[in-house]
């Protein structure tokens, strides 16, 4: 950083400059200020100072790097228009986004959706998953005889649960895929499918331990989340709306 004596004599040639460079020059301050402010951070002299011995240093190393040559180079070239495409980006995105706001009631109405589809209960299951229906028979007749799950589920092709008694852990039924969310809902706490349950992994014997209301969060506590995912959604929209209008050859 420059010293306090280089810094207010910096500040002198600032206060001589032509009125458009001064312009420019408390521009970059006031802009930097404004991003820090928005962040949390304090707007005082001293915080001021700082940004500005910043900005001269800044200037002072790009006009030796200027005078070098640097501007004309092809990486350096390169570099600036991809910043310049970035800072356009995202100032399209922000006045989009503040053209196209999400509402609240846009939010409720997708926290609502999530909700009904997660379903009102959650189940702790396990399952034993094989290649063919004989087999899963076989475990049927296992189970019916006394054989205990977990001792069964060492056979299943499944990596994931085979080693754990096949245990799934708490999901709600959207988690799984059709057939197997249809077995599980109808099951009864603590009992198995006594008919093997197809899907496109193979065949499972599915066993329900136990069933729990589901505890969704509270819509103000995946309000900024849900904004967040709404907005990309609403980003996405706007970028597909533009490649299908322009020209990319």
Known sequence: MLSRPILLAAL????????????????????????RTTQGQPDNDQARKAILDNLITQEVVAQEADRRGFAKTSDVRTQLELLRQQVLVQAIVQDHLKTHPIKDEEMLAEYNKAKASRGDKEYKARHILVEKDTEANEIIAQLKKGTKFEELAKQSKDPGSKDKGGDLDWNTPGTFVKPFAEALSKL??????????????????????????LQFPAFDTVK??????????????????????????
């Not at 706490?189 to 349950?197: A, I, L, Q, R, S």
């Not at 900024?224 to 050859?249: G, N, T």
């Open 12 to 35: 002198s040639l600032c206060l001589a400059m032509p009125v458009e460079a001064q312009t420019a020059a408390k521009a970059r301050l006031d802009f930097i200020v404004k991003q």
């Open 188 to 213: 009864e706490k603590g009992k198995y499918t006594e008919t093997p349950v197809q899907t496109q992994f193979g065949w499972h014997v599915i066993q329900l331990d136990d069933v729990r209301t």
């Open 224 to 249: 900024q989340q849900l904004l967040s995912r709404m907005q990309e959604q609403e980003m996405q929209k706007f970028v597909a709306e533009l490649r299908s209008k322009a020209k990319i050859q």
